[in-house]
């Protein structure tokens, strides 16, 4: 099954838009999985049995995994692979936002897709269609697109204007994408962003959006959620980390973040 079609069915089963992003830090887990052999793991095996049932996709940010060396990386081997053995219906979006020239982009592609197993990725655009084209020769995976960042500082470049019509930069570059019509295509649009949330969707009806900032960043949830959802109230994916992570009770605050994202998907 393709992830677009993964994703649809993780989302009708379990009623949610809600993305666990599994991002560990060791200072931060509990202290009873640092006496583990495999810490990284664990913890993230304790999220995944925690919040499968309330999630519509699982995403690790691989960047937390190679701070920590060969060592973090085998873990997140371990992770991807206990998540496609317990809970096969559930898409997994590898965070590792690449960019680069056509041969070694050809090269991240088929770590992602082949060695990590990963259903999608998120990729910088801003190197040039060329440099996608790679990981969108994968037919049944998604590639999401670097659009609009949840950071302060995103509009420094991505808002600059652009000639003739004088549209910010991250619009024009959408508006490119556009052109290329290409259905395993997604974008990034940050939750802090709602405004952008919604001149992306309107470019992009059919097209699955990832967004952040839900939780620990304070974005406007409700006006994103609603600015995000397709006409169907569906192909959005809000990630969590931080706030559900580390909370004292990761299944109730994945619940409780799942049906606030519920609230507004639905109009209240």
Known sequence: MDFLKKLRSSIQKNNSLLCVGLDPD???I???FKGEQNPIFEFNKYIIDQTHDLVCT???????YEAYGIDGLKQLKQTIEYIKKNHPEIPIL???KRADIGNTAQRYAKSIFEYWDADATTVWVYVGKDSVLPFLE????CTFLLLKTSNPDSGMFQNIKVEPDGVPHYLAVAQEIK????DTIGLFVGATYPKELENVRKLFPNSP????????QNAESGKAVQAGVDKNGGNLVCNSSREILYSESPRKKAQETKDAINSYRNGN
Do not use: H, R, S, V
């Open 26 to 28: 060791l200072e931060k």
């Open 30 to 32: 509990p202290e009873k």
């Open 58 to 64: 699982f995403k690790p940010n691989i960047a937390f």
């Open 94 to 96: 590898l965070d590792a």
């Open 138 to 141: 994968y037919k049944d995976k």
């Open 179 to 182: 052109k290329w019509n290409i």
């Open 209 to 216: 959006i990832l967004t952040a900032g839900i939780g620990a």
